[in-house]
Nanobody, 123 residues
Framework: QVQLVESGGGLVQAGGSLRLSCAAS????????MGWFRQAPGKEREFVAS????????YYEDSVKGRFTISRDNAKNTVYLQMNSLKPEDTAVYYC????????????????WGQGTQVTVSS
């Protein structure tokens, strides 16, 4: 069982930056693939980025490549999402998720979820 708590969301102007954090409980954090998803109003939840257990492999949705960076610190049981050059279309609730096994982009394949943190980018 893994419990996830996101933080770091807020209101930022277009072109600005935010760093999201996701703190995980449980001794087996380092064995999980971690992912970030987001859901904008009226839209389905979509994949943003994921990272393998060691941090050595990362994956990004095309629209955030070059702007967002996912990382993890297994000693702190925390995964991060550094978001730069933010755009109004990045506005959404951002969720942290965990799954055992290999990399996945479908939210149906993630077993554990945080409560979400709101990111709002003003134009």
């Amino acid at each position: 069982q893994v419990q996830l708590v996101e933080s770091g969301g807020g209101l930022v102007q277009a072109g600005g930056s935010l760093r999201l954090s996701c703190a995980a409980s449980g001794r087996t954090f380092s064995s999980y693939v971690m992912g970030w998803f987001r859901q904008a109003p009226g839209k389905e939840r979509e994949f943003v980025a994921s990272i393998n257990w060691s941090g050595g492999r990362t994956y990004y949705e095309d629209s955030v490549k070059g702007r967002f960076t996912i990382s993890r610190d297994n000693a702190k049981n925390t995964v991060y999402l550094q978001m730069n050059s933010l755009k109004p279309e990045d506005t959404a609730v951002y969720y942290c998720a965990a799954r055992g096994g290999s990399y996945a982009v479908s939210d149906r394949e993630y077993e554990f979820w945080g409560q979400g943190t709101q990111v709002t980018v003003s134009s």
